[in-house]
């Protein structure tokens, strides 16, 4: 990879860890105000829209045949619908920064996904020690915010699905060749996610219960500019330079924003093992992005 190339990946990671782990307030802000699958549901209608109109005006390639929409539409199916579809429905009741530290589970989900795919890539022992390291860095954090009843059973089981869900979307991506350009691609994604996410709001009755306030629709806005067309195509844009369980490394990053901000934003629960536990995490991160990647025809 040139290194200019190297340079742009390096900066949509930074981007994602920071955006993606801000988005976790402005998701607790946003379901106090409106009802989760509605307000995740036009958040990626929108976004989606958005993009794919300036894939159109500036003439960018779609894929090419009803296979290739088909796929993008799975992938954002399982990205949006199952992965942040459930990381919102959780926010009613789980504080912004414990949601964050759960969801760092999706590297190792990721690491353990690929394992399954042909001539799929590999990490070293020191990646996986990484993963291991960032996860117990993780548990520490759960743990001990479980003792400050700031999640519950319950809630951790949604977030682990929704981990489970976006790592199934993140490898699955990886199973195929896109005919369209990244662009595209994101929009039909998106645009896919938010029609799964309003029609199932809409069954599920959510429709009476939308309330507009100005922190809700100002919540709504920051995801879809920040959260989605920003964050999100950064993150596929990763994916297609970087092994799944590399580019999932965000996640043990995003706990460490999410907490800080729900700290100081909204008054969540915090303590020093938090910081503790962040250099741990962080230290994961390292490990993984330094170590060596293989395919199973090189081992």
Same mark, same amino acid.
């Given at each position: ?13 930074i981007a ?11 998701i ?9 699958a ?9 976004? @989606?829209?958005?993009?794919l ?5 500036? $003439?960018? !390639? ?38 964050? #530290?759960? #969801? ?8 353990? =996904?690929?394992r399954?795919?042909?001539? +799929? ?10 993963l ?27 977030? =682990?699905?929704a981990?489970?869900?976006?790592? =199934? ?14 662009v595209?691609n994101?929009g ?6 938010g029609?799964g ?26 995801l879809?500019?920040? +959260?989605?067309i920003? $964050? ?23 706990p ?5 901000? @729900? ?12 910081f ?7 230290? @994961?991160?390292? #490990?993984v992005?330094?170590? !060596? ?7």
């Amino acid at each position: 990879m040139a290194r200019r190339e190297e340079t742009t990946v390096i900066m949509a990671y930074i981007a994602v860890c920071i955006l993606w782990g801000s988005t976790y307030l402005a998701i607790r802000i946003g379901v106090s105000n409106f009802p989760p699958a509605l307000f995740a549901g036009i958040r990626f209608l929108i976004a @989606g829209f958005l993009v794919l109109l300036y894939a159109y005006v500036k $003439g960018y !390639k779609f894929p090419e045949n009803s296979t290739g929409v088909r796929r993008q539409a799975i992938v954002g199916l399982f990205l949006l619908l199952g992965g942040n579809g459930l990381v919102v429905w959780a926010e009613q009741w789980v504080y912004s920064g414990a949601t964050a #530290l759960l #969801l760092a589970v999706v590297p190792l989900f990721n690491a353990i =996904l690929e394992r399954f795919l042909p001539n +799929g890539p590999r990490i070293g022992l020191k990646g996986w020690l990484g993963l291991l390291l960032g996860f117990f860095g993780v548990a520490l954090l759960v743990l001990k915010g479980s003792e400050m009843k700031i999640i519950d059973i319950s809630g951790g089981i949604i977030l =682990l699905m929704a981990a489970l869900s976006w790592s =199934l979307g993140s490898v699955y991506s990886k199973t195929f060749k896109s005919s369209g350009t990244t662009v595209a691609n994101i929009g039909l994604q998106m645009l896919a996610g938010g029609v799964g996410l309003t029609i199932l709001g809409f069954l599920m009755g959510e429709a009476s219960n939308i309330h507009l306030t100005s922190k809700g629709l100002g919540a709504l806005a920051y995801l879809i500019f920040f +959260g989605s067309i920003l $964050g999100y195509s950064s993150y596929i844009y990763i994916l297609q330079r970087w092994p799944a369980s590399k580019a999932g490394t965000y996640a043990y990053v995003n706990p460490v924003v999410g907490v800080i901000l @729900g700290a100081v934003i909204l008054g969540e629960p915090v303590s020093p093992n938090v910081f503790i536990s962040a250099v741990i995490i962080l230290g @994961g991160v390292l #490990l993984v992005q330094l170590s !060596k990647t293989s395919t199973k025809s090189e081992q």
